[in-house]
């Protein structure tokens, strides 16, 4: 019916209207599709509309247009947020095999380009936080639980050899933080030496990479290492399976990688998710949670599949009184938490390697008044992949 309205018309009217719907129509695919970075349909939408601009037969500018119209309407379904975060999966989704790692290595590292640089800390937090966004471009791909390396520019003053490489848990899902795939980003603390004498924060015996990376600017250039490890990484084969994620500071990095790719993405993984995420964050106090707004939207939308539990060592006290640490949160809960690893729970640790010691004295105090030789709970844990631990 296009067709035989279109022969009715004259000529020249019928070439003009056709040009313009094309050109409309491909400028808003072409516009909505780049800007949420599916570079390729953007470009295919911009010479669809080259070639309503061009071609003379009444067809194939039906066909152009309807090209660009298409291209259109797709880009628009994904400003409206339908676009699905599949495109950097795995076949099927949960296989490991293809794990990129160590893709980089220190002397050949990769250049990213810092995207953003933001405290993410309130003011009366312990010591600053920042949120660091680096673009790779879709180079440098890695899986959610994996870290960065980071060498930070300049010689050590001792032998004026390269500064070393200093790894980070990479705090985003794989699709980055605008689901493009091509960014990561780094959750980092500024790490400081207050001097007693000095009453002050002594400059010579701050660290070097971590107040590098706070210290960036939009555009600045990063070298980078990795992914390195697997340790970390979150078996997705059974959609039931629990995950008890504990964290001290900053060790929550990897954990918003999970929550995002679970809680807040159109990924296969979360399509299917019926398990529970689990975690517990331990910092000084309110000021000093990270990402608090995010998990507590994820808590608001998925009731059933999000629990979030916070110890704040300044604010809360445990049952003995004493401070509350992240031990002490996790105690609480000790019943239910055996009884999930028991059933097949993957547990996680990732902050400070101090964490460690108290965290696992309370464990096997709750082993033992279980009747469980805590050595063994521990090995059957480890041999059966349920046990992983990332502190630095």
Not at 39 to 66: F, M, R, Y
Not at 166 to 175: G, N, P, V
Not at 350 to 355: A, D, E, F
Request: overall charge neutral; charged content about 25%.
């Amino acid at each position: 019916r296009s067709d035989v309205s279109l022969d009715m018309a004259n000529g020249s009217k019928r070439k003009a209207l056709m040009k313009h719907l094309g050109k409309v129509a491909g400028a808003a695919g072409a516009f909505a599709l780049a800007t949420t970075g599916a570079a390729p349909a953007a470009q295919a939408a911009k010479q669809a509309k080259e070639v309503v601009e061009t071609v003379d037969n009444t067809k194939q500018l039906i066909a152009a247009g309807a090209a660009v119209i298409g291209a259109g309407a797709v880009g628009m379904t994904v400003l409206g947020g339908e676009k699905k975060q599949d495109f950097l999966e795995a076949k099927p989704y949960y296989d490991q095999s293809t794990v990129p790692v160590n893709t980089f290595k220190n002397k050949s590292p990769f250049t990213g380009k810092v995207v953003s640089t933001k405290r993410i800390v309130g003011p009366k937090a312990t010591g600053e936080t920042c949120h660091i966004i680096i673009d790779h471009n879709g180079d440098f791909p890695y899986w959610e639980g994996q870290s960065w390396g980071v060498i930070p520019p300049g010689n050590r003053e001792k032998d004026g050899k390269p500064h070393s490489v200093r790894l980070y848990s990479i705090a985003s899902s794989r699709y980055g933080d605008d689901m493009t795939g091509n960014t990561g980003s780094l959750c980092v603390r500024r790490a400081t030496y207050w001097c007693p004498e000095l009453k002050a924060d002594d400059p010579a015996k701050k660290g070097i990479c971590s107040n590098f990376l706070c210290d960036t600017q939009p555009g600045d250039e990063v070298n980078m290492t990795g992914p390195a490890g697997k340790v970390m990484l979150m078996p997705e084969e059974d959609p039931t399976t629990d995950y008890i994620m504990v964290a001290t500071g900053t060790g929550i990095a990897p954990y918003r990688g999970f929550i995002r790719r679970l809680f807040f993405e159109k990924t296969p993984a979360a399509e299917v998710y019926k398990g529970e995420a689990w975690l517990f964050l331990g910092v000084a106090n309110s000021d000093a949670l990270l990402y608090d707004d995010e998990f507590q939207e994820a808590k608001s939308k998925f009731p059933d599949n999000f629990r979030l539990d916070y110890a704040l060592s300044r604010e809360q006290t445990n049952k003995s009184g004493g401070k509350m640490y992240i031990q002490d949160k996790v105690e609480e809960y000790a019943d239910e938490v055996f009884t999930k690893l028991e059933n097949g729970a993957h547990i996680y640790f990732c902050g400070l390697k101090g964490m460690m010691p108290g965290i696992q004295d309370m464990l096997k105090g709750v082993a033992e008044k279980k009747g469980l030789d805590y050595d063994e709970w521990l090995k059957g844990l480890k041999k059966a992949k349920q046990w992983h631990v990332e502190v630095y």
